[in-house]
């Protein structure tokens, strides 16, 4: 088994039953950060294998290394086929199903004798789980919509993956010269957090040799759909890649119809019938006149609007503020000055302090926050009070060797009384605090929304880190009374992160925009637990853009000093 891939797919399933079994949640938890990491490494897999080096991947440990090795070498796995063994009929195929636990899974096997999400999902529609003891009909729709999640979980791809491999097959179209003009469209070029299909629109005037042309790409298992100028197929890792050609004098109109949601063609479409105006022969009007535009700019020009940028054209009130002047001028990653949120080896992390300064001031960052984990998150081997003396001293001698200003900090976690890990006289020493949940311990959203709130009223409570707690496609976002403590935040006067992990990307635009209106500054950051992770910062910035954030209302694009003004304990 040599596709990280299916080895990634295999630990995952071990975390799951760890989990589901009622194992050590951190160590289920680390199962997954390492199917995880997996998945995003991009190096050579059989290298590291051979020459007993995949401690180098972020996240993977010397055991975990064995069991990747194992999985590598000989398809299987030990410990997953023992817990498969272990655990009652069925529990396997239902642990996929979130918030079922080996106690529910045994119920409903000996009172509906279900052994699959098939069977789970029939007994749901025709109203049976709800009579089982120890379950309801609350629990029921529960469970109902997690399989609905899960059936559509299968369909989409994180925005990093989908949007790595839009590029390599974007730059594979654009080696054909017959290819003028060529971009991704669709909801990868609005960076959505999760991608169904890579949309390219072409300019060309031979548009069978552009499709013959993707039949040759690397990727490409199957031709799903072809006609005169489009072309559907499955690439390697279930994504769908659509192509379409177009003549050179429709690209700008194409690409522009392509790139929006429905909603906003739509309503541009009104404005423009409005208007007497049409762009291109597949644009926003095919009766009218056509008119001649060189770029997207033009376009929202003539209808009498500030341009919108792609990550804002979903019609969630974008279209109104350009027509009045009100969009911000979105930041940029050029914006950013200072990266945040960084992991080292003190910690999870797999670089030294040397390395991530060298790798950031690499890329022309002025300062970086070295943010390891508090002593609470033991899993994620967090630094003891015995150990800071250390880290603080490396830190010092780094910087005589290095001109990146450093910062000296912690990701604080939020305890489950809303205090902060390290005792105050602790906290108080530190240049940057990033103060974050890791452990939920099962609060229902009264509880949670207390324990945030307990943690903001905290002096040190600075920046609220990786808020809600998310992983996409595989953990929901904690649930909080989010209104509430936004207001909280903003009369505190502390930031939120918009974290940069493609995993997380959390908070999630339409909670920055609620943030934003209360006027609560952000930082952007990387989460970076390895020099490889400083290029999340891309990710951030993407997420904050479909915030509308601007410039001045991120924190880490003010100079060193000025940042350490607005974040200092």
């Given at each position: 088994m040599n596709d990280r891939f299916s080895i990634a797919a295999a630990l995952r399933e071990i975390g799951r039953l760890l989990q589901v079994k009622g194992d050590n949640p951190f160590k289920s938890r680390a199962y997954e950060?390492?199917?995880?990491?997996?998945?995003?490494?991009?190096?050579?897999?059989?290298?590291?294998?051979?020459?007993?080096?995949?401690?180098?991947?972020?996240?993977?440990?010397?055991?975990?290394?064995?069991?990747?090795?194992?999985?590598?070498?000989?398809?299987?796995?030990?410990?997953?086929?023992?817990?498969?063994?272990?655990?009652?009929?069925?529990?396997?195929?239902?642990?996929?199903?979130?918030?079922?636990?080996?106690?529910?899974?045994?119920?409903?096997?000996?009172?509906?004798?279900?052994?699959?999400?098939?069977?789970?999902?029939?007994?749901?529609?025709?109203?049976?789980?709800?009579?089982?003891?120890?379950?309801?009909?609350?629990?029921?729709?529960?469970?109902?919509?997690?399989?609905?999640?899960?059936?559509?979980?299968?369909?989409?791809?994180?925005?990093?993956?989908?949007?790595?491999?839009?590029?390599?097959?974007l730059q594979h179209l654009q080696t054909l010269?017959?290819?003028?003009?060529?971009?991704?469209?669709?909801?990868?070029?609005?960076?959505?957090?999760?991608?169904?299909?890579?949309?390219?629109?072409?300019?060309?005037?031979?548009?069978?040799?552009?499709?013959?042309?993707?039949?040759r790409y690397p990727a490409v298992l199957q031709s799903l759909e072809r006609s005169g100028r489009y072309c559907k197929a499955r690439l390697a890792r279930g994504l769908d890649a659509e192509i379409t050609v177009v003549s050179p004098d429709d690209y700008v109109a194409a690409l522009h119809n392509l790139t929006g949601s429905t909603k906003h063609i739509a309503k541009l479409g009104e404005l423009a019938r409005s208007k007497n105006i049409s762009f291109g022969s597949d644009s926003l009007r095919k009766n009218s006149p056509k008119v001649s535009v060189k770029d997207e700019e033009e376009i929202y020009r003539r209808l009498g609007m500030q341009y919108i940028p792609p990550e804002l054209r979903e019609d969630e009130g974008e279209i109104e503020a350009a027509l009045s002047g009100a969009l911000p001028i979105l930041v940029t990653p050029e914006d950013i000055q200072g990266m945040t949120h960084c992991h080292t080896v003190y910690s999870d992390g797999k670089n030294t302090i040397e390395e991530m300064a060298l790798a950031a001031e690499a890329i022309g960052m002025k300062y970086l926050t070295i943010t390891d984990h508090s002593p609470s998150a033991f899993y994620a081997r967090g630094v003891k009070t015995d150990r800071l003396k250390l880290q603080w001293e490396e830190i010092a001698r780094v910087q005589e060797k290095v001109s990146i200003r450093l910062l000296k900090g912690t990701e604080s976690d939020i305890l489950q009384d809303g205090s902060l890990d390290y005792p105050d006289p602790i906290l108080e020493q530190f240049d940057i605090i990033i103060a974050s949940i890791h452990v939920r311990a099962k609060m229902d959203i009264d509880q949670m929304t207390r324990r945030i709130l307990g943690a903001i009223k905290s002096p040190f409570f600075k920046i609220w880190g990786h808020p809600l707690g998310r992983l996409i496609l595989s953990r929901p976002p904690l649930e909080c009374h989010m209104e509430e403590i936004l207001d909280a935040v903003a009369e505190s006067a502390a930031a939120i992160e918009v974290n940069g992990d493609p995993r997380r990307l959390d908070l999630e635009p339409r909670w920055i925009r609620a943030a934003r209106q209360r006027r609560i500054k952000f930082i952007i950051s990387t989460d970076a637990h390895s020099t490889k992770n400083l290029a999340n910062l891309r990710y951030g910035v993407f997420m904050a853009r479909r915030g509308w954030l601007s410039r001045g209302e991120v924190l880490n694009t003010r100079n060193a000093d000025d940042f350490m003004k607005a974040v200092h304990p």
């Open positions: 950060r390492a199917a995880a990491a997996l998945e995003a490494f991009d190096g050579d897999l059989d290298v590291l294998v051979q020459n007993r080096r995949l401690t180098e991947i972020s996240a993977v440990g010397a055991g975990l290394a064995a069991a990747i090795e194992e999985l590598h070498r000989t398809g299987r796995s030990a410990v997953l086929e023992q817990l498969r063994q272990e655990l009652p009929p069925g529990v396997v195929e239902l642990s996929v199903v979130p918030g079922l636990s080996l106690k529910k899974i045994t119920t409903l096997h000996s009172a509906l004798r279900i052994e699959n999400v098939a069977d789970l999902k029939t007994a749901c529609e025709k109203g049976l789980v709800r009579n089982v003891k120890g379950f309801g009909k609350k629990a029921e729709t529960k469970i109902l919509e997690a399989i609905e999640k899960l059936e559509k979980r299968e369909e989409w791809t994180l925005l990093n993956h989908a949007l790595e491999e839009g590029e390599r097959l010269p017959a290819v003028l003009q060529a971009d991704i469209a669709g909801s990868l070029r609005r960076r959505k957090e999760t991608i169904r299909r890579i949309q390219i629109v072409v300019a060309s005037k031979e548009p069978e040799a552009v499709l013959d042309h993707l039949s």
